[in-house]
């Protein structure tokens, strides 16, 4: 059964709701790599997004299921390079909302659950968001690596589903349906901050030394 989740930052500023939520609407899966963790340094959260072994819990959807209701202003992105993913996140206490890619044609965005009011009926999201598929760049995580739990299908098949989603996603529209890009233009709704070379070194830093 399909549920409508409330999106909410930290202090409540920006708000919004995910429309539509259920095991199907998505792909859920955690992140490993290098530059996930590198944006939860850069938000100053790394303890609250990452798990043990520096991995991001992400729920990759269609950006049409997401609307922000208050707050939009203080919506802010940021990229780790020129060619990196847009992410994004409520200026106002740095939560991370989610990744998107560089421009609409792809609708997707990964939506990181901190940004995610937990029901009470469900506040591990476990039935309304189904349990972690797959796990991707393993070879970046922290600590033990026999600590990670092992995948619910082979990892190239969760691509090829995700894959799947997003033609749909595509075909049927969402494109112009995304809070993240205007639908006229295409361009971002806010531009996003490139770090700098210090500031990249900086955060680079930090994932090296968690």
Request: glycine fraction near 10%; hydrophobic fraction near 40%.
């Amino acid at each position: 059964m399909a549920s409508t989740l409330r999106i909410r930052c930290s202090c409540g500023t920006l708000q919004g709701e995910a429309r539509d939520m259920s095991p199907g609407s998505g792909n859920h899966a955690a992140c490993y790599c290098k530059d996930c963790q590198a944006f939860a340094h850069f938000l100053g959260r790394a303890k609250e997004i990452l798990d043990a072994n520096g991995g991001t819990e992400i729920f990759q959807m269609s950006p049409a299921r997401l609307r922000f209701t208050a707050g939009a202003d203080r919506l802010a992105c940021m990229r780790l390079t020129g060619r990196g993913l847009r992410r994004w996140y409520a200026a106002c206490c740095r939560t991370p909302i989610g990744n998107t890619m560089t421009g609409p044609g792809l609708p997707f965005v990964g939506l990181i659950p901190l940004c995610i009011e937990r029901p009470a009926a469900d506040p591990d999201l476990q039935r309304t968001l189904g349990p972690i598929l797959a796990r991707s760049a393993r070879g970046s995580a922290k600590g033990d690596p026999s600590q990670i739990p092992a995948d619910r299908i082979p990892f190239a098949l969760d691509v090829l589903h995700l894959l799947r989603l997003m033609l749909w996603w595509k075909l049927r529209g969402d494109a112009r349906r995304s809070p993240f890009f205007d639908p006229r233009t295409g361009r971002p709704t806010v531009e996003a901050h490139v770090l700098g070379e210090s500031e990249l070194g900086a955060v680079r830093a930090a994932v090296a030394q968690a």
